[in-house]
T-cell receptor, first 115, second 112 residues
Framework: GAGVSQSPSNKVTEKGKDVELRCDPI?????LYWYRQRLGQGLEFLIY????????KSGLPSDRFSAERTGESVSTLTIQRTQQEDSAVYLC?????????????FGPGTRLTVL | AQTVTQSQPEMSVQEAETVTLSCTYD???????LFWYKQPPSRQMILVIR??????QNATENRFSVNFQKAAKSFSLKISDSQLGDTAMYFC?????????FGEGTQLTVNP
């Protein structure tokens, strides 16, 4: 596709369940980022991938959060034992990875609601 | 750690008028990059404009321009000839390499 895609668009889950959020970056982009946006707030960095490795995962809020990337394309963000404070929009972005601070292109996000 | 501050939670402007959104940041880095992103109700984050800190010239993209004051650590966005489609949340962001650090955002409403 032409842009970054994310699925599902919306996810409602019960407290304590596990969820998986998916991100398909722009084809050829080696850098991939996950951010979290709570209601009415700015974006918080979660994790950064360069290729399949994650040189910066310092933004993951707890060990319930994990992410992986395979084949230098699709990435999955997993939240285990979800809590109500995990409710937010989760945004994925990708960039070419060749330039320092090159432009990040964002997907439409997944809105997660934990009941 | 870098911080980005947007002191105007909400602003409004009349169509065709000019509006300026404020942003300040704090960093000890000497080389970095600054961005303005727009987020309409669709949630899609759209890059508006980008500024490299080593460049003295202010960036311009059509109706959008910035006033970058490196010593004051200020990075304001000016929107000229405002259009109804400019209504959105605007985020200022900082990067010194990979991750972006965002401000809290300014909700801009353009009134007809």
């Amino acid at each position: 596709g032409a842009g970054v895609s994310q699925s599902p668009s919306n996810k409602v889950t019960e407290k304590g369940k596990d969820v998986e959020l998916r991100c398909d970056p722009i084809s050829g982009h080696t850098a991939l980022y996950w951010y979290r946006q709570r209601l009415g707030q700015g974006l918080e960095f979660l994790i950064y991938f360069q290729g399949n490795s994650a040189p910066d995962k310092s933004g993951l809020p707890s060990d319930r959060f994990s992410a992986e990337r395979t084949g230098e394309s699709v990435s999955t963000l997993t939240i285990q034992r979800t809590q109500q404070e995990d409710s937010a929009v989760y945004l994925c972005a990708s960039s070419s990875g060749y330039l320092e601070a090159d432009t990040q292109y964002f997907g439409p996000g997944t809105r997660l609601t934990v009941l | 750690a870098q911080t980005v501050t947007q002191s105007q939670p909400e602003m409004s402007v009349q169509e065709a008028e000019t509006v300026t959104l404020s942003c300040t940041y704090d960093t000890s880095e000497s080389n970095y990059y600054l961005f303005w992103y727009k987020q309409p109700p669709s949630r899609q984050m759209i890059l508006v404009i980008r500024q490299e800190a080593y460049k003295q010239q202010n960036a311009t993209e059509n109706r959008f321009s910035v006033n970058f004051q490196k010593a004051a650590k200020s990075f304001s966005l000016k929107i000229s000839d405002s259009q109804l489609g400019d209504t959105a949340m605007y985020f200022c962001a900082f990067s010194s390499g990979s991750r972006l650090t965002f401000g809290e955002g300014t909700q801009l409403t353009v009134n007809p």
